[in-house]
T-cell receptor, first 110, second 118 residues
């Protein structure tokens, strides 16, 4: 069965510092990977998906099939990036259900 | 665009009663909606996939008779927690996938419903 692991429950950095939120997965097929974000008192929303290969709000994530990872990175963290970040996996690109990691609470300190 | 409305946002009920939660896609049509459960400080756990016009697909360990799902239209899915007990107290979240953008495989989430069973 597929599994998504986010090893850090809490991550704290200072404003302007680089940040990396780790995500590893286990799945035998070709997964589609996502990062979802939940800001305080807001609903979960899509941040980015690996297929798009785009940068959103300065964040990027590269799918590394060899290491089965999909780490989220930003070179200069901002205070408004403080939120809960979830890595998620879909078994196929045709639109199947998502398996979420446990989430990482990012705090960017001034 | 792509707004999902979930109602109610918070409900308190007595043990043994049933509670219905609605999930509506406001500006798009969704043949597929998903229901998740989230315990405090834990991740979202998929309960079931709701399919318009057909039976829902439940995840292993989720009681079908306990959590009734109805997806009667392209914009509405409901989750009914039947004979609720305190252990059913949780945060329930729905999501929907745009019918016209299935290939994008993006889920749009509701704000969630906090259920407290006394």
């Amino acid at each position: 069965a597929q599994r998504v692991t986010q090893p850090e429950k809490l991550l704290s950095v200072f404003k302007g510092a680089p940040v990396e939120l780790k995500c590893n997965y286990s799945y035998s097929g070709s997964p589609e990977l996502f990062w979802y974000v939940q800001y305080s008192r807001q609903r979960l929303q899509l941040l980015l998906r690996h297929i798009s290969r785009e940068s959103i709000k300065g964040f990027t994530a590269d799918l590394n099939k060899g290491e089965t990872s999909f780490h989220l990175k930003k070179p200069f963290a901002q205070e408004e990036d403080s939120a809960m970040y979830y890595c998620a996996l879909s078994e196929e690109t045709s639109g199947s259900r998502l398996t979420f990691g446990e989430g990482t609470q990012l705090t960017v300190n001034p | 665009g792509a707004v999902v409305s979930q109602h109610p946002s918070w409900v308190i009920c007595k043990s043994g009663t049933s509670v219905k939660i609605e999930c509506r896609s406001l500006d798009f049509q969704a043949t597929t909606m998903f229901w998740y459960r989230q315990f405090p400080k834990q991740s979202l756990m998929l309960m079931a996939t709701s399919n318009e016009g057909s039976k829902a697909t439940y995840e292993q360990g989720v009681e079908k008779d306990k959590f009734l799902i109805n997806h009667a239209s392209l914009t509405l899915s409901t989750l009914t927690v039947t004979s609720a007990h305190p252990e059913d107290s949780s945060f329930y979240i729905c999501s929907a996938r745009d019918l016209l953008a299935v290939a994008k495989n993006i889920q749009y989430f509701g704000a969630g419903t906090r259920l407290s069973v006394l």
